[in-house]
C-alpha cells in the first residue's frame, strides 16, 4: 500500500483568510488540499468553484490540489479547473450521463481522474474503467456538509476497493472522505485507505494566537496512522 497522505478539506476553513488557512495546514504537514466543490443541485450547498483553486495556485501553493466535484452536469466544468490548477479532479458517478466519457476527458486535460462513491451507491460502476482512474474515493458521510458523523459500513467497503485495487496491480489511490478524526483513523487505515480527508477535525482546531495551531492535531492523525496493523 502507498504512503499515507492527509487532505485537509478546506470546506471547513476560515474562507476570509483561505490563502494563510490553506499555507498554515501545509506547514503543519498536510500533504494535500481537499478542495470541496458543491452546486446546490446534486448536493443541497453551494461553495466554491475554479476561480478559487486558481486563486490559491496564484498565492503560492504547490501542494497538490484535490478537487471534489459534487455537481451535475459534471465535464463542463472540467476544463476549467485543470486551467485553474487542479492536480485530482474526482466526480460522483450519478453526476455525469458517461463516466468513462469524463475520466477520459479530466486524464486528457492533464489532472488525475477519480470516481467517488456515496454511502449507498454500488461499486460496480467501476467494473470496466478501472484503467483509467488515478483515485477512489468513498464518501463516509453523504455528501453536502462538513461534521457529520463516520457511517460504519464503509469499513466494509473499503476493504472490498482495498482488495480490488490490489488485484488490480494499478497505483490507484483510495481515499475517504467524511467524518474522520483522530479516533478513527486508525481503524480506517487498517480497512485499506491510504489518503484522508479531514475537514471539521483539522480546521476545529483552529487557535488564532498560535501560528502552529494545525501541528498537533495533523502529528496525532500521523501517531494514530502509525499504529495501523496492516
Ligand atoms: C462533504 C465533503 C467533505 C467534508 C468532510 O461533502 O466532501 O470533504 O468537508 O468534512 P468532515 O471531515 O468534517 O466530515
Ligand atoms: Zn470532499
Redesign the pocket.
Known amino acids: 500500500m502507498s504512503e499515507n497522505l492527509i487532505a485537509p478539506?478546506i470546506?471547513?476553513a476560515n474562507f476570509a483568510k483561505l490563502g494563510e488557512e490553506v499555507d498554515n495546514i501545509l506547514a503543519s504537514g498536510a500533504d494535500i488540499v481537499?478542495f470541496?466543490v458543491?452546486d446546490n443541485h446534486y448536493?443541497p450547498n453551494l461553495t466554491i468553484g475554479p476561480l478559487v483553486c486558481e486563486a490559491l495556485r496564484r498565492h503560492g501553493v504547490t501542494a497538490p490540489i484535490d478537487v471534489?466535484l459534487?455537481v451535475k452536469p459534471v465535464d463542463r466544468i472540467v476544463p476549467d479547473f485543470a486551467k485553474a490548477g487542479a492536480t485530482y479532479i474526482t466526480f460522483h458517478p450519478e453526476g455525469s450521463e458517461h463516466i468513462d466519457r469524463t475520466l477520459q476527458l479530466i486524464q486528457n486535460e492533464g489532472c488525475k481522474s477519480g470516481l467517488v462513491f456515496n454511502p449507498a451507491t454500488p461499486l460496480s460502476h467501476l467494473e470496466y474503467v478501472m484503467d483509467k482512474v488515478d483515485m477512489i474515493l468513498l464518501?463516509s458521510?453523504n455528501?453536502?456538509?462538513?461534521?457529520?458523523s463516520f457511517i460504519p459500513a464503509t469499513l466494509d467497503k473499503l476493504r472490498q476497493v482495498r482488495k480490488m485495487i490490489d488485484e488490480s496491480g494499478r497505483d490507484i489511490r483510495l481515499e475517504i472522505?467524511?467524518?474522520?478524526k483522530v479516533d478513527n483513523i486508525c481503524e480506517i487505515r487498517e480497512a485499506g485507505a491510504d489518503t484522508f480527508?479531514?475537514?471539521?477535525?483539522i480546521f476545529g482546531a483552529a487557535n488564532e494566537a498560535d501560528p502552529h495551531h494545525y501541528d498537533s492535531i495533523i502529528q496525532a492523525m500521523r501517531d494514530e496512522l502509525a499504529k495501523a496493523d496492516i
Open positions: 478539506s470546506l471547513s481537499h470541496d458543491m448536493v471534489h459534487m464518501m458521510v455528501p453536502g456538509f462538513g461534521g457529520q472522505d467524511g467524518g474522520v480527508v479531514a475537514g471539521s477535525a
